[in-house]
Antibody, heavy 121, light 107 residues
Framework: EVQLKQSGAAVKKPGESLKISCKVSGYRFTDYWIGWVRQVPGKGLEWVGIFYPDDSDTRYIPSFQGRVTMSADKSIDTAYLEWSGLKASDTAIYYC??????????????WGQGTLVTVSS | AIQMTQSPSSLSASVGDRVTFTCRASQNIRSDLAWFRQQPGRAPTLLIYAASILQIGVPSRFSGNGSGTDFTLTINSLQPEDFATYYCLQDYSFPYSFGQGTKLEMK
């Protein structure tokens, strides 16, 4: 069974650093892109970026470029999303999702449960 | 970047009703369109991908249609768990983009 398990909620102050994780199981980690999605409470879904664990190919949504860093540790099948200087506007739920594929098709079929990040002074 | 526009933004219906949502892309995305349902406090769950392919385990009351720029999601015989927010997603080209969502409420 494919599973993506995310790290727990985090409460940080503005300017602090944070790294949240997404540990996968049930499939070969390096064969699939991982996407990160942000959702401000009560609002819609928006992409942060996508990451390919095999070669660390990374693509960021322009509004997040330079604000976050996606990475992975292949030895423990875990993807990360990291901030070096949090802002109150980073307060949101962050989801990771696997980008599955087959033939001509691709789809985000499996999602983590989400990590709530709260940034407040 | 490709813009995705969903309509309506909200909709009221009753258990057993049939409803249809629309998603329009700002340019041709072939059939690279997915639909998700998000229940309150939960992660999104995939319903349909490639515009019309039902994800494994999703009930057959859900169906998707369309290609190019115009797409629909239809739910036949609404169930209580269907009252949620629905999002379309284009993964034709990066940056991928979601629609703003359609909230389905109980009448």
């Amino acid at each position: 069974e494919v599973q993506l398990k995310q790290s727990g909620a985090a409460v940080k102050k503005p300017g602090e650093s944070l790294k949240i994780s997404c540990k996968v199981s049930g499939y070969r980690f390096t064969d699939y892109w991982i996407g990160w999605v942000r959702q401000v409470p009560g609002k819609g879904l928006e992409w942060v970026g996508i990451f390919y664990p095999d070669d660390s190919d990374t693509r960021y949504i322009p509004s997040f470029q330079g604000r976050v860093t996606m990475s992975a540790d292949k030895s423990i099948d875990t993807a990360y999303l990291e901030w070096s200087g949090l802002k109150a506007s980073d307060t949101a739920i962050y989801y990771c999702a696997r980008h599955n594929y087959g033939g001509d098709y691709k789809w985000f079929d499996s999602w983590g449960q989400g990590t709530l990040v709260t940034v407040s002074s | 970047a490709i813009q995705m526009t969903q309509s309506p933004s909200s909709l009221s219906a009753s258990v057993g009703d049939r409803v249809t949502f629309t998603c329009r892309a700002s340019q041709n995305i072939r059939s690279d369109l997915a639909w998700f349902r998000q229940q309150p406090g939960r992660a999104p769950t995939l319903l349909i991908y490639a515009a019309s392919i039902l994800q494994i385990g999703v009930p057959s009351r859900f169906s998707g249609n369309g290609s190019g720029t115009d797409f629909t999601l239809t739910i036949n015989s609404l169930q209580p768990e269907d009252f949620a927010t629905y999002y379309c997603l284009q993964d034709y080209s990066f940056p991928y983009s979601f629609g703003q969502g359609t909230k389905l409420e109980m009448k």
